[in-house]
């Protein structure tokens, strides 16, 4: 298996949880999270910039000491957090992709990685909330208040996706393979997604 799979998905969807089944199935490593801890290590930038611009746009924050210049002979031209938190972290997942097939999540890399296998997951807002609330249990939410966050955190994930790589997030002609979790379930997903990219391998 020589394809790097890139996993966009809907929040809720279990897209995450897919891509770390499809990568333990494949034997593959698998990236989340993890990506934030090496773009912090690779840059002495705190993890917890990272984690606050993670598939955000931050274009109103402006704090000096946390940009950067395009040009060295002058401070007219300046880099939002969220632009160079990009550029340090597509360099990370290139580098991973260089080293072999693995399981990326989110962050753009279906247009970062060359060539990859594009995934995206979906799944209607009533699944989406059952899923939620059967994982997270907390205390005082209500089904009205999961939709609100589901619907907040989709709208940042798609500027950002939109934002960074001028396409758009979860129209089937930009990815090789879009599944609706929902209908399908978490195993059937695996199992499709699997079983496609080893055929390509035939």
Known sequence: MSKVITISREFG???REIGFCVAKKLGIPFYDKELISMAAEDSNISEEVFHANDEVISRKERVNYEYATVDPFSSRYEIP???QL??????????LANNGPCVIIGRCS???VDDPFQVFICAS???RVERLMAIEKEPG???KKMEARIRQIDKKRREYYQYYSGNEWGKPKNYDLCLNSGKLGIDACVDIITGIVSGLED
Do not use: A, E, N
Request: proline share 0%; aromatic share 4%; glycine share 8%.
């Open 13 to 15: 969807s279990g897209g």
């Open 81 to 83: 957090v969220s632009d």
């Open 86 to 95: 990009f550029v340090i972290q597509s360099k990370i997942i290139r580098q």
């Open 110 to 112: 279906d247009v970062i």
């Open 125 to 127: 807002l009533k699944k």
């Open 141 to 143: 939410i209500d089904v």
